[in-house]
């Protein structure tokens, strides 16, 4: 019986795989027409300085509004790191990271998961089939499963924003879009993302201390690419080769310039 059990988990996976591997082979097929990546101009990138979050959450909260995310999950999670010599908590707040080499998209069977060429990992919510391989596969756990649908009144609204996008349906994965969504709108009327608060993330407009800062590295001048030349930075978990777009200032170099 042991055995009989055994043989059929045995044809449960191989089913499985079986079908992953068709279903990614018809993605294949199509991202090969068109491209999910396409071509752009901008490369987006996200900066948070450690020396100026005071771990308040307006950037939690202005998400969870914007982008009507369940009070039960969370796009951006922010939690204490350390302590400096003085007791004082550091924190350090982590939306998606927006890789360069997306471990997420790598390991989706479907191509739900996938990197636009302005950097931004995108999620396909109609063609994901639930399978939380992106959510297993990200190092960051930037994301979450819809367990139940998200029928009730969003606790943030309309204190903290309002929706700007649909809610999510049960049974898919969900995470950080960079409010892609502010982002291409406001580009198309002439706004500046990281510049114009209209056309930036919800989280970046919402911080009352400018601990965050959000632009293009493509564009020398912009707030992003300064921030980056002036000085050192990390990146969570840089050494796994995923090449985040989030950047980090450590409290010691706000300090050193003051």
Not at 113 to 128: E, L, N, Q, T
Not at 181 to 195: A, E, S, W
Request: aromatic letters at 8%; a negative charge; one cysteine or more.
């Amino acid at each position: 019986m042991a055995e009989e059990n055994l043989n059929r988990r045995g044809m449960i996976r191989m089913t499985a795989a079986g079908a992953a591997a068709v279903a990614g082979l018809r993605w294949a097929q199509k991202a090969s027409a068109s491209g999910p990546e396409g071509e752009s101009p901008h490369s987006w990138a996200m900066v948070i300085d450690q020396a100026k979050c005071t771990g308040c959450g307006y950037c939690s909260l202005a998400c969870q509004a914007h982008n009507d995310v369940s009070p039960e999950i969370s796009w951006n999670v922010v939690i204490i790191e350390n302590y400096t010599d003085g007791g004082e908590p550091v924190y350090i707040s982590r939306p998606c990271m927006h890789c360069e080499q997306p471990p997420c998209a790598e390991v989706c069977p479907v191509g739900a998961s996938y990197r636009r060429a302005d950097g931004i990992v995108m999620m396909d919510y109609d063609r994901c089939i639930g399978c939380r391989y992106c959510e297993v596969a990200c190092p960051y756990f930037a994301r979450a499963f819809n367990w139940e649908a998200f029928t009730g009144p969003n606790p943030a609204v309309p204190e903290w924003g309002h929706p700007e996008v649909q809610r999510r349906p049960r049974g898919v994965v969900e995470k950080c879009s960079f409010c892609f969504h502010r982002i291409d709108r406001g580009l198309k009327v002439g706004l500046t993302p990281g510049v114009d608060r209209e056309a930036t993330p919800a989280c970046v407009a919402a911080c009352p201390v400018g601990a965050r800062s959000f632009g293009d590295l493509n564009n020398p001048d912009s707030v992003v690419s300064q921030l980056l030349s002036d000085g050192p930075y990390f990146q969570l978990r840089g050494d796994l080769g995923t090449g985040p777009r989030v950047y980090y200032l450590a409290p010691r170099r706000t300090e050193a310039s003051a």
